[in-house]
């Protein structure tokens, strides 16, 4: 069983959630920073092209989460190629210190990647064999993809979650999405016709244990729930969680285009994401319906 793991992007929702679990059921966890503190962490600064790879000893697996957020800041030409630049160059940096290694142990390399890659989809299920789609995102999860896959010229054996919306009341996309719910202004957006793959963050964690330890796992996965929901259902099932109404009145695109630019691509974008991959590699969900996963989340 794989007992070292190194993480990038420790520091974030999904990767401090990991950490702490990894931690729990005994794996050694190193991670790398921009500015390390404590045990076990590393110097990395990803535009410089500088790592200690010391981070590399006994290590049998990386867990790649580091990147720029997403929707957070105005999309720029400079903005969107931080985006990117954080995902390729990253993952450029990491390959290449495995490679000048002599003493490494890594066999497995998993990295995060995102639904993005389909592009606005509608209704059509989106399978892991469905081709990159279109758009900003989709290009930046193709470049995220194939930079990653330089892995396999390292015989490494790698594993791409394309991940949907992480619900948690840590961080993530739910704070947001909840906030107009709170102020009694819930409702849908754009048409509430497009779907939003989801999963809780628990869920999100244990893929990535499953990632590290079931060494038939190769390739992308749709890292989603088994049952998307539309942005309208989504928005109803938060409100009905918070006790708060939820209006029939939709938030038209303009407003919304009008508030975030070129970001609403990431807000409206549908895409209605099949996990039978993952099932059928035996991943078990702890959720697998959105009422559930609300309940839960906002129980505690």
């Not at 974030?12 to 921009?34: D, H, M, Q």
């Not at 495995?98 to 995060?112: G, L, R, T, V």
């Not at 209704?123 to 330089?150: H, M, R, Y």
């Not at 107009?180 to 939003?196: D, E, M, N």
Request: hydrophobic share 40%.
């Amino acid at each position: 069983m794989v007992k070292k793991i190194l993480i990038t992007g420790a520091t974030g929702l999904v990767g401090s959630a990991l950490k702490k679990k990894l931690l729990s059921i005994g794996y050694e966890v190193k991670s790398l920073s921009r500015k390390p503190e404590g045990e076990n962490t590393f110097r990395w600064d990803v535009y410089k092209q500088e790592i200690d790879t010391a981070c590399l000893n006994g290590v049998d697996a990386v867990v790649h989460l580091a990147g720029e957020p997403v929707a957070d800041k105005k999309w720029t030409n400079e903005r969107k190629k931080q985006i990117i630049d954080s995902r390729v160059k990253s993952a450029e940096l990491l390959f290449k210190a495995i490679k000048e290694s002599k003493n490494h142990n890594i066999k497995s390399f998993i990295s995060a990647s995102a639904v993005g890659y389909y592009g606005d989809c509608g209704d059509e299920i989106l399978t892991e064999e469905k081709p990159n789609g279109f758009g900003f995102l989709a290009e930046c999860c193709k470049l995220w993809e194939q930079s990653v896959d330089e892995g396999k010229r390292l015989s490494l054996r790698i594993v791409k979650l394309r991940t949907g919306i992480v619900l948690s009341k840590d961080g993530g996309a739910l704070p947001q999405l909840d906030l107009p719910v709170r102020l009694f202004a819930g409702s849908a957006i754009g048409t509430g016709k497009q779907w939003t793959p989801w999963l809780h963050l628990d869920d999100m964690v244990n893929m990535y244990i499953e990632a590290i330890e079931n060494t038939k796992m190769e390739g992308s996965y749709n890292a989603c729930a088994p049952f998307p929901v539309t942005n309208k259902a989504l928005t109803k099932s938060i409100a009905k969680q918070l006790h708060r109404p939820f209006w029939p009145i939709k938030v038209p695109k303009a407003a919304i285009e009008l508030l975030l630019g070129e970001r609403v691509e990431a807000v409206l974008m549908s895409n209605n994401t099949s996990a039978q991959k993952l099932l059928d590699a035996g991943f078990k969900f702890k959720f697998t319906r959105i009422e559930e996963a609300l309940a839960d989340i906002y129980s505690k």
